[in-house]
């Protein structure tokens, strides 16, 4: 988005919110002329803003655009390193592609890259992620956390336990976390993660954390393939969901997460990622590849190792696709 | 090298190797004119080879020179995997950021990258590893085992204990390995390992294992920081060291625990290893960042961690610093 349009909206939201502006206070305030301060007000009208001129000819916001834009996801979070550096875009290959580009250029901790449309949005195992326009959270989060490699699975742990806190806190709603980093809600997929990681065995040189939230999807919005697994926030609220709002409590939640994991690990929050846990308690068919492992979902260990137990054998699993065995 | 040359040392070691060749019949098999081949020939006494022509003018290898090229390093190398492509350099910044670049275009598994001498060679956590023209084997090799991204690092044991074998089985020498990959030889540091990887949390793409192995160094090749703690192939045994023998022998050695790593893991290898560690059994400090942890080495777990016992503490350790408390 232009930079003018980002001043404007941050002028008309942080000063004089009550009293409003006019074109030309504008104009002299950011330093260029009235025609251009009067284009970048109508492309704002485009972009979804609702602006109100008082009797006065003073411009207020009355109502912000549901847009992936600086200004919007800015407005009112409370991060101190997660968005610090905020690349938001209309449309992209994939989010992770993009923080990876980034990361290796040196982009700092905290870095985010979101878009409206994926056109490549990839999932775990080389799947893809149907990433429509405007109807989900497609975002990708920069980190470089301490640790060595073996740490690093923690990440995606963490990403699912901030939906889960955010899914909660800002809708009521109840997230069962399929383990390694899927989000259910009512039994439908809302949340999936991938990190991706560049390390020495010793130490990782930066993750980067995607995340794809599905929140304004009704059952028609969803290929005919993902019609009957997959839900979105909207669906399970049965109103529709504030996408900004619900992506800074995100991003705050996650953050929080992440500082504690930065200082004390995963082994604090496993507690609660097993409270919320789909399959522990459970008799599981696990495949991993060509290798498939039945048995009681007992724990998660303090790698994020999924643990089933046949008879006396415990199996310790690092990664692959979990379903219950009941169902 | 040029590819004449390295065409005239294959015929010359391969067939009629007792016959030889003369430059005419080289000319006319390789398609090419005399006085190329004559030059091709100057070319190769320049690099080591040794040439002998017999009454009739044919032209028999009588000694290889000690090179780091490809007809030299593929001349009795018995792998199926490793080196099946081959980068050689005469000069390079670093074989595994050099592997790494490989590896992202695509190279194959087993492709490995080799370098007479390194100006940036890479060591664990950013530091450097001295890497003179013609005194070691400075080499990288693109692995893609399908493994969760926690099972990366048993990469590094693995080097290190290919080395330990070559070291035994070629040289008579034995190894202590200090985890989680250095080998030592009469307390002297003769190989390093840095294992890169990148990864989805579920799959490595591709791991990098680099391994710096000195081998033809005197005590005053080294710098005056690293005269007290390094040491080479050639100073333990007490004579000069065929590098690029050991060189082969090293690769195979690698390729063969590699190739059950990739079906069974490293579990197999674990009994292996610990019996030639120098920490277990002892009293450890090991050092991982700011962190000092101290104790009994008393395992290293199937995730390759060293297992510090401290009263009835037990902590798990994934990457660090180790010493003997005792030194």
Redesign the interface.
Known sequence: METLINEIALLLRTRRVALGWTTAELAETLGVSRPRVQKALDDMRELGYGLSATGAGAIRITRAPDRMIDTEILAGLKTRIFAKNLHCYNRLGSTNTRAIELAESGAAEGTIVVAEEQTGGRG??GRNWHSPPRLGIWSSVILRP?V??????G??LLAALAFAHSAESELGLKVDLKW??DGLIDGRKVLGV??????????VYFAVCGTGINVSHLPTDFPQSLRQTAGSLAMACGYSVDRLAFYRAFLSQFETLYRGFRRDGIAPFLDDYRKRSLLLGHEVIVTQ?HLTIQGRAITID??G?LIVRDGRKNT?I???EATLREQ
């Open positions: 775990r195992l301490q060595p490699l073996q740490r690093a699975s990440l995606s390694p980093n991938l990190t991706e990681v560049s390390a020495e065995t010793d130490q590849g303090e790698n190792a310790v690092f990664a692959g």
